[in-house]
């Protein structure tokens, strides 16, 4: 789990969805990028700062940012497999704007 802070790209709408024991949730995409990047550096891997694509669960969907906002979230980050194929998840398990 890392803790940072972020620029806010994009927040989604909430999605309602069924959780594993039957209960409606709520869950909401946003896209958060890194500080940093844009450098003299000639490597071009390191000119643009990484954004990630991350969900907020349950009460943090009700959450609502804007772009260019500042936020610190910390981040669990997991893998899994299905079906022969690993994916990456990245949930927002904290989140809070910056003044």
Same mark, same amino acid.
């Given at each position: 789990?890392?803790?940072?802070?972020?620029?806010?790209?994009?927040?989604? =709408?909430?999605? !309602?969805? %069924?959780?594993?024991?039957? +209960?409606? !949730?709520?869950?909401? &995409?946003?896209?958060?990028? =890194?500080?940093?990047?844009? +450098?003299?550096?000639?490597?071009? *891997? &390191?000119?643009?700062? +990484?954004?990630?694509?991350?969900?907020?669960?349950? +009460?943090?969907?009700?959450?609502?940012?804007?772009?260019?906002?500042?936020?610190?979230?910390?981040?669990?980050? !997991?893998?899994? =497999?299905?079906?022969?194929?690993?994916?990456?998840?990245?949930?927002? %398990?904290?989140? *809070?704007?910056?003044?």
């Amino acid at each position: 789990m890392i803790t940072s802070t972020f620029r806010v790209v994009a927040c989604g =709408e909430p999605e !309602s969805y %069924t959780t594993g024991n039957g +209960n409606q !949730s709520q869950k909401r &995409q946003i896209r958060l990028q =890194e500080f940093g990047g844009y +450098n003299a550096n000639d490597n071009q *891997a &390191q000119r643009v700062s +990484n954004t990630l694509v991350c969900t907020m669960f349950g +009460n943090l969907s009700q959450c609502v940012l804007y772009p260019n906002e500042l936020v610190v979230a910390s981040l669990r980050f !997991s893998a899994r =497999e299905y079906q022969g194929q690993w994916y990456q998840d990245i949930t927002v %398990t904290d989140i *809070a704007k910056v003044k």
